[in-house]
C-alpha cells in the first residue's frame, strides 16, 4: 500500500524535506510515497521533491491547482520560489480546473510549467470540468480553484494516475 501525504501549507524548503523525509521513514519505504499539494502547497510539494534526497525522496507528485508560474509580486510561485527545478526527476500530474478564475492558478499555467520540469520522468496535465462555482473568492476552496461538488471526480483521476505511473 502506497503513503500519500497531502501537505496544506507552505512549507520552507528544509521542513518539506523533511515532511517527505518523515513520510518516508512511517512507511519504511516498503511502499511508495506520494506527495499531494494544493494551491500554495505546489511550494511545499515542489520544495520537498528538490531538497529531499536519497531515500528520503517522494515517488511522485501530484498537484492540483498549483501556484506554479510567477503572476505578480504579492504571492509566491514554484517558478519563482523553488531554485532548481531541474532536480526534480519524478513522475508529475499537475490537475487544474478549466474555469479556475484564481488569479494565481490558471489551467494554462499547467503547460508553461510543463517546460520547466525537464528532468521529471514524466510531467501530465489534466484540465478537469464540472463542479460548481460556488460562492467563495475565485482562490479559495468553495470555488473551482477548489474542484467544488468534483472531490470523487479529483481524487479518480490521481487514484488512476498514480495505478499507471512508471516505476
Known sequence: MATVVSISVRL????AASTAEAAVLSSGKS?????VGTSRAALSVANAAV????H????ALVVT??????VD???PSVERNVQALDRITQPVL???HQLDSCSYTPASSAHLFKSLLTHAARVDIKILEGGERGSSAPCEAKSYHGFLSMDDSVVQTITDWLGKRPQ
Open 31 to 35: 511502499a511508495p510515497v506520494f506527495l
Open 73 to 75: 509580486e504579492t504571492q
Open 94 to 96: 499537475l490537475v487544474f
Open 56 to 59: 528520503s525522496r517522494p515517488d
Open 51 to 54: 531538497y529531499a534526497s536519497g
Open 65 to 70: 491547482s498549483g501556484m506554479l508560474m510567477h
Open 12 to 15: 520552507p524548503p528544509a521542513a
